[in-house]
């Protein structure tokens, strides 16, 4: 079952045609929509919530309308929008306490969802006071209380240092894992997408150029290079070669690089040995920017 | 009693989000503001009142205390007016501009609850503010409650309120920008006031209705001339619906407008 579903979708503001036939889904899981500034993301992210209606076509979210039931698919979601606005003169909690009231859910949880995003601290702090990056917490809380299904985070980890980043990326895969809920993240850091996404849908000029899980992508774009970080990298290099799972190009401190090889043959083979040898990462050298780039060069030397 | 349990939930999550327009919109400084200037203005505009203007003989018969109330709130509704007006329009143009009604609309919040719940976030301390003052005022002036003339001042000051919410929010859906909406806004409230239109144009100032209705009041009681209290009336009687009907249309186009528009 896809959580969001789109089809045909058109909008444009004027003379600007932000959304051009997009077609894309996305699975249950964690998954990333990527594409350049301008791209037609966020026009897409506000069709989901209903803030905006489309011109032509089909949006589902959970089985629900997009403009018909936005209410219902709401009362469903949880939403992080690039540029929230907050009310500067109530506290962080007052604030939550509000935003509990209407959305539903525990008041427990508010300084558990804090303690988890780091914003315990701020709890009686006006919100005018906050940082840039605070203020993102803010609203991933929001998006947060009242048990989500769906959680739609649009550009999450701007405005964050490299510890919230890591924190941030971390409590979406635990969230995600613990409590069976979906992500939708649009981003334009794409190292950190393809660390915690497990399906990728790329944009361009309003339509969707390409989606799949990322191994598929990978698959599809990625160069024949893998980069695998690992506790045991020598008995790691002696096992690929033993397995014939791949070719050993070489071993530089705790990574080893690997080309000739199949993602999905080889995911298989460092599950199997998961118990014996520690990995800490396994992507494609040049990743997800790699899969982007051909991407987008595929579709235009199409056009062109 | 399914309907009944539907409707509860709904009112409870309007008041929820009225609770918050009220929170954000009516910070300390606004709210004191708001206190300060409607306050100080009626009490300003009662003959012999704690902020005489002009002051009379101690003794008024009925007569003049109802033209005197008319009189006042004639006056004073100028504050109100300019007061609606900004709030208004900090409350939608303002919102959108800033951002606050896309977040909202993030919320499971249905464009109409949030439609209804700004009108009465808006509208509400002001109205009770104005219409509050002015009883006060009456009770403390003319040591006298006259029911109907409560009544009326509820009444007259609701519509007023309606009235200028109404202009305020459309002007401000369509422009959403702060600066050109309140222009227009009052622009548009304040042209039936140049001289150079035509009189049927003053059936369109709020505070002409205020004055209208009890001057009809007034006649209506005490005077034996039949002739002036039919001309009183459909006067009166004008003034409201013009003011009703403005207020109705607006409303409804800025409602549809509002529930259709891209909040981008």
Not at chain 1, 65 to 83: A, H, M, P
Request: charged residues 20%; hydrophobic residues 45%; aromatic residues 12%.
């Amino acid at each position: 079952m896809y959580v969001v579903e789109v089809e045909d979708l058109y909008k444009s503001f004027g003379s600007i045609k932000a959304l051009r036939g997009l077609n894309a889904v996305f699975p249950k899981g964690i998954c990333g929509l990527i594409g350049p500034n301008g791209s037609g993301k966020t026009t897409f992210i506000h069709i989901l919530m209903g803030l905006v209606r489309p011109d032509r076509g089909k949006a589902f979210v959970l089985g629900f309308d997009c403009w018909r039931d936005s209410v219902e698919i709401r009362r469903r979601i949880g939403v992080l929008l690039e540029d929230m606005y907050f009310p500067g003169h109530l506290t962080v909690r007052e604030y939550i306490e509000h935003i509990i009231r209407i959305k539903g859910g525990d008041r427990g949880d508010i300084l558990k969802i804090a303690e988890d995003i780091g914003l315990e601290r701020y709890l009686n702090r006006k919100i005018h006071t906050l940082s840039a990056g605070m203020f993102k917490m803010l609203g991933l809380m929001q998006a947060l209380v009242g048990e989500p299904e769906l959680v739609i985070l649009d550009e999450p980890s701007a405005n964050l240092d490299p510890l919230k980043r890591r924190n941030l990326l971390e409590y979406i895969m635990k969230v995600g894992r613990e409590r069976d809920v979906s992500f939708l993240i649009s981003s334009h850091v794409l190292p950190e997408l393809e660390e915690i996404c497990e399906w990728i849908v790329l944009i361009y000029e309003g339509r969707a150029v390409d989606q799949g899980s990322l191994g598929d992508l990978y698959a599809k774009y990625g160069t024949n290079e893998y980069e695998v970080v690992s506790d045991k990298p020598r008995l790691l290099a002696k096992l690929i070669k033993e397995y014939g799972v791949g070719e050993v190009l070489y071993i530089h401190g705790n990574r080893v690089n690997v080309s000739n090889t199949c993602y999905k043959e080889f995911t298989e083979f460092l599950y199997k040995f998961s118990k014996d040898i520690k990995i800490f990462s396994f992507k494609p050298v040049g990743g997800l920017e790699n899969v982007f780039r051909q991407a987008i060069k595929n579709i235009s030397k199409r056009a062109g | 009693m399914y309907l009944g349990r539907r409707l509860k939930i709904y009112l409870r999550e309007l008041a929820n989000i009225i609770l918050l327009e009220i929170n954000i919109m009516w910070n300390r400084p606004i709210l004191y503001f708001n206190f300060l200037l409607l306050i100080l203005l009626t009490l300003a505009c009662y003959p012999s009142g704690p902020l005489p203007c002009y002051s009379l003989s101690p003794k008024l018969d009925p007569w003049d205390m109802l033209f005197y109330i008319g009189l006042a709130l004639h006056k004073s509704s100028v504050g109100l007016t300019a007061l609606l007006v900004v709030v208004s329009v900090l409350s939608w143009a303002g919102s959108i501009r800033r951002g606050w009604v896309k977040n909202i609309l993030t919320l499971p919040v249905g464009r109409r609850t949030l439609f209804i719940a700004k009108m009465i976030s808006v509208s509400l301390i002001p109205y009770l503010t104005f219409s509050l003052t002015h009883i006060f005022a009456q009770v403390y002036l003319f040591h006298y409650i006259y029911v109907p003339s409560l009544l009326l001042i509820m009444f007259l000051v609701a519509l007023h309120v309606l009235y200028v919410f109404s202009i305020s929010t459309l002007t401000s859906l369509l422009i959403k920008d702060i600066v050109g909406s309140l222009l227009l806004s009052l622009a548009i409230l304040m042209l039936p006031s140049w001289e150079e239109l035509p009189p049927e144009f003053s059936h369109f100032k709020p505070e002409e209705c205020y004055l209208s209705t009890f001057k009809f009041i007034s006649l209506y009681m005490y005077s034996h001339n039949r002739k002036r209290i039919y001309l009183a009336f459909i006067k009166s009687i004008s003034d409201i619906l013009a003011l009703l009907i403005v207020s109705i249309i607006a409303s409804i186009f800025a409602y549809f407008y509002f529930k259709k528009m891209d909040i981008d």
